[in-house]
């Protein structure tokens, strides 16, 4: 039977509540976009498997709830993530300014190698704009990040941007990757490697070590 | 797995739906909606025989105009055009039996599906019978003598039926209760006083947003700004709580008014869908003092406040019990490190307002209200052990996915036959003693390291 994927990974979302956390991610798996989108308390999930070079890759991603009170729960989930989307909303300043605490939330609780890329949400509604891209496009360049401006509402950059965190991540697991390609058919199974060691059996297939 | 029930739903409606087109079978079908009716027809033709017709649709319709057949489905009783070969006789009479056997089936679904109505229509006239003469005993016997009676085994049965809605916010204030002692009047005040806040915060916010006015305020604006959000993303589908819809303000009041009372605990996402909850069933200032004084429950302030540690404690009493009654179920979990905080949260924070179904989610409050926190786990491990044979077939993100966003079509009956199989004891212990041992653990292990908090 062939296998589902070659590689799986975690991404996360996170940002203020209201920026279109879900917006972006429904239309990234489900192509699909609701204006007013249920509030997500705790944490949501989706999957989808994309094809990058050649590599069928099987991203889970994580959806969590953004106000400032639930951080204490979500954050225990950032350890458990291979990429971050940090996410706030052109037409709110606020959402923009309060990247910076979700950026040291994530030098504080996620791993190390974690890949991360800022996106500034409702690219389309121009109008009420308040964060001009170029101070988006500065932020992440402090940060070292990339940058995309993406609207959930009308289909812009929000497959280019996800390709992106998704590549940034394969890059950062070169050395396993290539592993990968010589035994064809294990599975690298990312998320499951950096789980910290509580599972009770068969870890993952690959033998590499995370450290 | 969402898309593969309603999907499967579909399917199993689909036969039902296109029921009528069987009607028209030997006779001539009504001339404006006979091109429908032939692709219907035509469908379900295919469907049955398991073959595909060749003829291309736009000949058909050419056909139709030339000939005019008595119906589609009797063309296979017609013969062939001059241009082909004429059929033979077993060709002739095959046709014919096949004809007599569809129509024969057609009746035969006919049948069925008129008694399948006609029991849905005694089950339902059933059921309106017993939420009648069930409110009658509520209304007439158990409210009146309240205290005597809630807690009598008659009682208790007949709430674990579910309440009538009629008495169902009255049986849910006199339950849930009001230890605070708020007064209508008192949700008055501290209505205006958010009312006065509203104010004054968009005065402000024309001036100058960035400039920094005060954490206290900004968080002040924030929540109250967060509230606004929050209310057009309570049960959206409804469009009662949405801008303009007839609950709104309503429910913006009572939301604003709570944040007045315990800023302490301030507003809270999932609190909006509790709130929603309780307007649905009961007027303005009951809902609120309904609303602070269920808030005010342990397990509820446990999570608001988002006291981590607390919480852990619910989760681990939690899976004393999962293990217990879903051993299998628990050990898969495990195995992926599928933690309960990844399903319970949300669960928990909205009482299953936002996961459920409305008018479950209102079953599984009475009996909640009844039970008190203890129910909200034992529905958990109820919904857990209804979907155990489909969880363990899945790996963990479909198994997140999955309870993260429940199939729509789950009902009352097998969930609550589920719940009802939950033992709440463990090696004779029950929900309330085996999560006080767990505090208790937890504040020796305390005392003892002071870092050791997980």
Redesign the interface.
């Known amino acids: 039977m062939a296998k589902q994927y070659d590689v799986l990974f975690r991404l996360l979302l996170i940002g203020d ?2 920026v279109g956390k879900t917006c972006l991610l429904c239309r990234f798996t489900d192509n699909e976009f ?1 204006p ?12 989808k498997t994309i094809d990058v070079d050649g590599i069928k890759v099987r991203i ?1 991603i994580w959806d969590t ?1 953004g ?4 951080q ?2 979500t954050k ?1 989930y950032y350890r458990r993530a291979q990429g971050i989307f940090l996410v706030y909303d052109i037409t709110s ?2 959402s923009y300014q309060h990247i910076m605490k979700w950026a040291s939330d994530v030098d504080e609780y996620a791993p190390d190698g974690v890949q991360k890329i800022l996106i500034g949400n409702k690219a389309d509604e121009e109008h009420k704009r308040q964060v001009g891209k170029h101070q988006g496009m500065k932020l992440a360049e402090e940060y070292g990040m990339d940058f995309y401006e993406t609207s959930a509402c009308t289909n812009y950059n929000i497959k280019e941007s996800f390709t992106r965190l998704t590549e940034l991540v394969l890059m950062a697991h070169r050395k396993e990757l290539d592993g990968l390609r010589l035994a064809s058919n294990d599975e690298l199974n990312l ?2 490697l950096e ?2 060691g ?5 870890t993952a297939n690959s033998k590499s070590c995370w450290c | 797995s969402r898309n593969f029930f309603s999907k499967r739903s579909k399917d199993l409606k689909s036969p039902a739906a296109s029921a009528p087109g069987w009607k028209l079978f030997g006779k001539v079908p009504p001339r404006e909606n006979s091109q429908k009716d032939c692709k219907i027809i035509q469908q379900e033709y295919e469907a049955r025989t398991g073959r595909t017709c060749k003829v291309p649709t736009q000949s058909t319709r050419r056909k139709k105009y030339e000939i005019e057949p008595l119906s589609t489905t009797a063309l296979i009783l017609e013969d062939r055009p001059a241009n082909l070969p004429a059929k033979s006789v077993h060709e002739t009479l095959r046709h014919r039996q096949e004809y007599d056997e569809m129509v024969a089936e057609a009746k035969k679904r006919e049948v069925k599906e008129a008694q399948r109505r006609k029991k849905l229509m005694k089950e339902r006239f059933k059921q309106e019978e017993n939420i009648a003469s069930a409110m009658v005993i509520w209304n007439s016997e158990i409210l009146p003598n309240w205290d005597a009676m809630r807690n009598t085994r008659k009682v208790r049965d007949l709430w674990w039926q579910g309440l009538p809605p009629s008495v169902r916010g009255k049986v849910w204030s006199l339950a849930i209760g009001n230890e605070l002692n708020i007064t209508p009047e008192l949700y008055e005040i501290f209505l205006s006083r958010a009312k006065e806040r509203w104010k004054s915060f968009s005065e402000t916010t024309s001036e100058n947003e960035s400039e920094d006015a005060g954490v206290s305020l900004a968080d002040r604006e924030a929540s109250l700004e967060l509230i606004k959000l929050d209310i057009s993303r309570t049960f959206p589908s409804l469009y009662i709580f949405q801008k303009g819809g007839p609950y709104h303000d309503l429910l913006h009041s009572v939301l604003g008014a709570y944040t007045c009372y315990r800023p302490d605990v301030g507003y809270v996402q999932g609190m909006s869908f509790i709130a929603a909850v309780l307007i649905l069933n009961l007027e303005e200032a009951d809902a609120f003092i309904a609303f602070a004084n269920l808030l005010n429950k342990p397990c509820q302030l446990a999570f608001f406040r988002v006291d981590h540690s607390m919480m852990l404690k619910y989760f681990a009493a939690f899976e004393v019990f999962f293990e217990e009654n879903l051993p299998k179920l628990f050990l898969h979990f495990n195995s992926y490190s599928l933690t309960p905080d990844l399903y319970l949260i949300d669960w928990i924070f909205t009482l299953y307002s936002k996961s459920l179904p409305l008018d479950l989610a209102c079953r599984v409050w009475d009996v909640f209200c009844r039970d008190g926190e203890e129910f909200l786990f034992r529905t958990a491990l109820g919904i857990l052990r209804l979907y155990e044979d489909i969880l363990l077939q899945m790996d963990f993100i479909h198994i997140a996915q999955f309870l993260t966003k429940l199939p729509e079509d789950i009902t009352s009956e097998k969930l609550f036959s589920c719940i009802a199989a939950i033992q709440m004891q463990n090696s004779n212990k029950k929900w309330t003693q085996v999560f006080t041992s767990l505090m208790k653990d937890y504040k020796e292990g305390d005392k003892n390291s002071p870092a050791s908090k997980t």
């Open positions: 509540s209201g609701h007013s989108h249920i509030s997500t308390i705790g944490v949501d999930f989706k999957m889970q709830a106000q400032e009170r639930y204490t729960i225990q300043e606020r998320a499951e789980e910290d509580r599972k009770a059996d068969g």
